[in-house]
């Protein structure tokens, strides 16, 4: 029973925060490549930095309200 429990907690959730950051990576990388192969400055220097920010900013933000929540129920009790 604990081995199953361990899987779940290790489970990764692909449709959450963890799918957006591995498809942030993809993205990025295409957008790199495509910028630095057709020597693109605004897409290297300006567009692709903004995505970067934009994305993680937005996990990082989510992680901050599942803390705040779980934090705000653990008062309750």
């Known amino acids: 029973m604990d081995n199953k429990k361990e899987k ?3 489970k990764v959730e692909w449709l959450g925060i963890d799918g957006a950051l591995v ?3 993809v993205v990025l ?3 790199y490549s495509y910028g630095i192969i057709n020597r693109i400055d605004f897409i290297v220097g300006i567009m692709a930095p903004f995505i970067a920010i ?3 900013s937005g996990a990082f933000i ?3 309200t ?3 929540s779980f ?3 653990k ?3």
Do not use: M, N, P
């Open 54 to 56: 934009a994305i993680t």
């Open 62 to 64: 989510k992680y901050c």
């Open 75 to 77: 008062k309750r009790d």
């Open 71 to 73: 934090s705000k129920g």
């Open 8 to 10: 779940d907690e290790l």
């Open 23 to 25: 498809l942030l990576y």
């Open 66 to 68: 599942e803390v705040a």
């Open 29 to 31: 990388a295409a957008i």
